[in-house]
């Protein structure tokens, strides 16, 4: 029988299990979580939708992505769902992560979400609320610490009450490009968040002053304001900011300053400056950064020599010094910098060969130098760089053969050593792992190595402007099945098919293997469904089995052996070019299907027969159609698609005849109209005047005629630079209300024009004119060209004065007419003027002596007139010869052998003749012969092909030496004068 004890202590077990058990039922069906804010949650999850378009982003910053609200469920206690974090006591939502949740949608400023009050932490950081702003609700977390709405596509002007959040610890809001702060909304917000840690604001528009109180938040620890348009000067004093890690001002072109200057209790990691407006030269203080990991100051002005307290880095691992103006030898302090990974020092001047601590750096991976002015040999590091990944030392003055280390790294993934005077040829590389490999502009030669074919990675390969020599088999590629660009180009290289080759480089993207060696017909087809560029110029290729690419977008075959008829290009072609080569026949209107065409080049070739009707609309994107010198004829195509590209059109050396087509006045985008050497027999086409753009008119050669008189039009032809009417039968007078009008002639922008060419990126225009009495192709047209050319027509009357108002002008022809009256003294106005001819005609008068002013004139022909008295003596005009003054009986002086009388001396300035019969200064004349003969050549270089034949660098030659021997003749004469 259980005794009254123990049936006690059976009750209250009993009791106390029953009560347990009780208080766990009761636990189970009441959530933590208040039913309003999981009501709350469950309607922001419905004013989403998922998409994981933004997850690229969470992926490349290592964070997993995956739609968290898919864990929200009715019933359910938000506390568990994935993203809550709820207060245990009281059970309200207090931190809220949706980061990388691939939500898309707009967070309007009713949503439930500002119905979470007690909220502290708020992540909805690389998701998709295109639309949305920082609007006034997020101002209402009054316990928000930590505020992270970063990548989120957030726009439009953001919320002043967000300057409300003075609990603030971290706030990231950047690269929200579209956003930006309200006037004062950035100093407020900088003003009441005193105990920030963490500021982000990269990519947001701050435009505002660099706020100098931002420096004495002692509590920062990451400070990010990259490109947010901050201008201003940074502070020069001291900085006292013990705890700050990160500091990114790059980015703010308005920012100015020097290199800030920290004390020496500091604890920066990473500095970024990189703002074009911060110079001067590196302190010594630099050395103080001793906690320094990641240092950059890439595309500033920083100049002067490297400290060589940067060896006390010695926790620096990335090192940017890039596009700065640094110079002199790059110090050997890499010693002590053991941890470097990175070491960046591009686009700078430095100079003198690569200092020996480079190869203490065995933990580098990027080693990149290129673009300065570094010579020597490439050293042979003794303890090689095993991590070495990335290496670019090209765009510099190395010399001597390449280092075998460089063949033995077992990581190297792009090896660039481009642009410099590397000899010998090239070793076998040992492993595989390289991606790309540039050699271009170099001195190597022999053969491609084996090697190289069997680097089964290799995703690039440029060889192009070398010395290598000998036959490239298409098998040889056969392993390189990941390689989408191959550049040969520019070397002695010949190539052979055996077999069935198409399946080889069948991912190939750029293939360029012009001038070479190739011959014959070609039949390699590789990347047939890849292939979108392909340059075969200037080799000897007679042929093609079939154009098999189906999305090729340039095909440039110029400067062959091809012949045959014209090969039709696939659709996708933008970019045709077979121009010097021997093909005959017509051209098929199948090329009127190609409707993406842009530039279609079919010049100097043998084709024939009349142009198809088409050509002038068959593609809206039509830019160049070029069919200078063929064999056409019949009528230029009359019909032109309204709102058309055509920038220029050649028409040149055929035999088209007609009229020029009246539906040209609606290409408002043609800049060049070369119509010359044809039967074209029209009147001057006046309404060309109205085309804003065009700069170049040819129509020599042909039968235009009549007077070209006045014009309706309002300043026409501003834009034009480049006239020629020569050999036409023009009549009557100059057109002198054109030629007031030629503003492009008239004070031009020298500076910036004089490297920049007519042109595309890929298309240079060309133009044959005569100039310097000879006939003379531009393959490449200066803009700063500039010539009128209206010789060997029926003009009469006098010139016009208005002609000295050209004073950009570089040729004037006016040859070969029926031209009365006196040189305008005016002429003294063209200060460019280099090439001067007037003969032919019937000019009276003396040679103006304001002519002896114009420095640059090279030819002066002023034979067959009429004109009399003294030829001025001076400056150029010391350097001309008989030649110049042919067929003026009335002429006398230097250089003719006709002395002048006392009264063909007299000028009605007798104080100027004087001093020039008294004395000569021959410091004047060199110095304007100097510089015509100088800036003319220099001229005729720019604007010839970069492949001159040989014949005009020997004419160049030949005239200089011409020059010097004249000059020393004037020089004995004049002398022999004053004796």
Known sequence: MMSKRLLLCFLFFLSTSQLLSSSFSFSNSTQLCPRHQTLALLHLKQSF???????????????????????????????????????????????????????????????????????????????????????????????????????????????????????????????????????????????????????????????????????????????????????????????????????????????????PRFSENNSLVELYLSSKNFSGELPASIGNLKSLKTLVLSYCEFSGSIPASLENLTQITFLYLSWNHFSGKIPNVFNNLRNLVSLDLPGNNFSGQLPPSIGNLTNLQHLALYDNQLEGVIPSFVNGFLSLSYVDLGYNLLNGTIPSWLYTLPSLVELNLNHNKLTSHIGEFQFDSLESIDLSMNELHGSIPSSIFKLENLRYLWLSSNNFSGVLETSNFGKLRNLTVLDLSNNMLSLTTSGNSNS???????????????????????????????????????????????????????????????????????????????????????????????????????????????????????????????????IIPQTFLKGNAIRNLDFNDNQLEGLVPRSLIICRKLEVLDLGNNKINDTFPHWLGTLPKLQVLVLRSNSFHGHIGGSKIKSPFMSLRIIDLAHNDFEGDLPEMYLRSLKAIMNADERNMTRKYMGDNYYQDSVMVTIK????????????????????????????????????????NLSHNNLTGHIPSSFGNLKLLESLDLSSNKLIGRIPQELTSLTFLEVLNLSQNHLTGFIPQGNQFDTFENDSYNGNSGLCGFPLSKKCTTDETLEPSQEVDAEIEGGFDWKITLIGYGCGLAIGFSLGCLIFSIKEPKWLAMMVEENIHKKIKRSKRCTCRRGARRN
């Open 504 to 634: 080889i480089l069948p991912n190939i993207e750029s293939l360029d293997l012009s001038e070479n060696n190739i011959s014959g017909v070609w039949s390699w087809n590789m990347g047939k469904d890849t292939l979108g560029y392909l340059n075969l110029s200037y080799n000897l290729i007679s042929g093609f089995e079939m154009l098999p690419w189906k999305n090729i977008l340039i095909l440039d075959l110029h400067s062959n052996m091809l012949q045959g008829p014209l090969p039709i290009p696939p659709n996708s072609t933008f970019f045709f070019s077979v121009s010097h080569n021997k093909l005959s026949g017509e051209i098929s209107s199948l090329i009127c299907r190609l409707s993406s065409m842009e530039i279609l080049d079919l010049s100097n070739n043998n084709l024939s027969g009349m142009l198809p009707h088409c050509l002038g609309n068959f593609s809206k994107d039509l830019s160049v159609l070029n069919l200078r010198r063929n064999r056409f004829h019949g």
């Open 49 to 259: 939708s998922i998409d994981n378009s933004s997850s690229y982003y969470c992926d490349f910053n290592g964070v997993t992505s995956y739609p968290k609200t898919e864990s929200w469920k009715k019933g359910s206690d938000c506390c568990s769902w994935d993203g809550v974090t709820c207060d245990w006591v009281t059970g309200h939502v207090i931190e809220l992560d949706l980061s990388c949740s691939w939500l898309f949608g707009t967070i309007h400023s009713n949503t439930t979400l500002f119905l979470l009050p007690h909220l502290q932490r708020l992540n909805l950081a690389f998701n998709n609320f295109s639309g949305s702003s920082v609007s006034a609700g997020f101002g209402r977390f009054s316990s928000l610490t930590h505020l992270n709405l970063s990548e989120s596509r957030f726009s439009g002007l953001i919320s002043p009450e967000i300057s409300h959040l003075t609990k603030l610890v971290s706030l990231d809001l950047s690269w929200n490009s579209d956003a930006e702060f309200a006037p004062h909304g950035f100093n407020s917000l900088v003003q009441n968040s005193t105990k920030l840690q963490k500021l982000h604001l990269g990519g947001i528009s701050i435009s505002s002053v660099f706020p100098n109180s931002l420096l004495n938040r002692s509590s920062l620890i990451s400070l990010d304001l990259f490109e947010c348009g901050l201008h201003g000067r940074f502070p020069d004093h001291d900085i006292h900011l013990p705890k700050l890690e990160v500091l990114d001002l790059s980015g703010n072109n308005g920012l100015s300053g020097a290199f």
């Open 773 to 812: 009495g000879l006939e003379i192709e531009f393959v490449k047209i200066l803009k700063a060209f500039t010539t009128i050319d209206l010789s060997s027509n029926k003009f009469q009357g006098e010139i016009p004065e208005s002609i000295g108002n050209l004073n950009s002008l570089r040729g004037l």
